[in-house]
């Protein structure tokens, strides 16, 4: 398994404001997510963050709206621009260090007032 | 499309058994997993299935059936720590990328 720090654990901001989430991994990992958890629901993901290269996001969700970078195989930033109330959600990372197994991190509660 | 269903709620009794669903149609298959999330806190992994049949793990057992897209997560000895929800989740392809399902509340009461 691999020991994940996610920061801020929550936050609650304006609309119109931006949020950037860091996630830090205790080694090396091929693969690195971000994830979106809106209130009672599952999660959807948004995009692989890839090392060295821009983010491959899923459909519906843009670069502009959530920026992501991925400097190195430990750590990744996952930012909410411009944000609305329909963005208050957790978000979370995961990565997977081996095999197929994914591991997350505890997230970040958002909420736009 | 990629579809993952899971019964919504569930109740159950402490120390009893208890069998949760989760049935799959997506547009590949590289392995099905099991998440328990306990509210306010982040999934954490239980279990995971590539091959057909039953992995056992302690008190948690899955089952997979590949031909009938189907697996089912078996809680043995049910304790009130279980109260939960559980995500079922399928890898449809070799990239890592995760569908979940909506998710099984488990709610066990004395």
């Known amino acids: 398994s691999a020991v994940i720090s996610q920061k801020p654990s929550r936050d609650i901001c304006q609309r119109g404001t931006s949020l950037t989430i860091q996630c830090q991994v205790d080694?090396?990992?091929?693969?690195m997510f971000w994830y979106r958890q809106q209130p009672g629901q599952s999660l959807t993901l948004i995009a692989t963050?890839?090392?060295?290269?821009?983010?491959?996001?899923e459909s519906g969700f843009v670069i502009d709206k959530f920026p992501i970078s991925r400097p190195n195989l430990t750590f990744s930033t996952l930012t909410v621009s411009n944000m609305s109330p329909e963005d208050s959600s957790i978000y979370l990372c995961?990565?997977?260090?081996?095999?197929?197994?994914?591991?997350f991190g505890a997230g970040t509660r958002l909420s736009v007032l | 499309g990629q579809n993952i269903d899971q019964p919504t709620e569930m109740t159950a009794t402490e120390g009893a058994i208890v069998q949760i669903n989760c049935t799959y149609q997506?547009?590949?298959?590289?392995?099905l997993f099991w998440y328990q999330q306990h509210a306010g806190e982040a999934p954490t992994f239980l279990s995971y299935?590539?091959?057909?049949g039953l992995e056992e793990k302690g008190r948690f057992s899955s089952f997979l059936s590949r031909s009938k897209g189907y697996s089912y997560l078996l809680l043995k000895e049910l304790q009130m720590k279980d109260s939960a929800s559980y995500l079922c989740?399928?890898?449809?392809?070799?990239?890592?990328?995760?569908?979940f399902g909506q998710g099984t509340t488990l709610q066990v009461k004395p």
């Open positions: 995961s990565v997977g260090p081996s095999g197929n197994i994914q591991y």
């Open positions: 080694s090396q990992v091929t693969m």
């Open positions: 963050a890839n090392q060295g290269s821009e983010a491959t996001y």
């Open positions: 997506t547009s590949g298959f590289n392995g």
């Open positions: 299935n590539v091959l057909d």
């Open positions: 989740a399928v890898n449809p392809s070799n990239t890592g990328k995760l569908i």
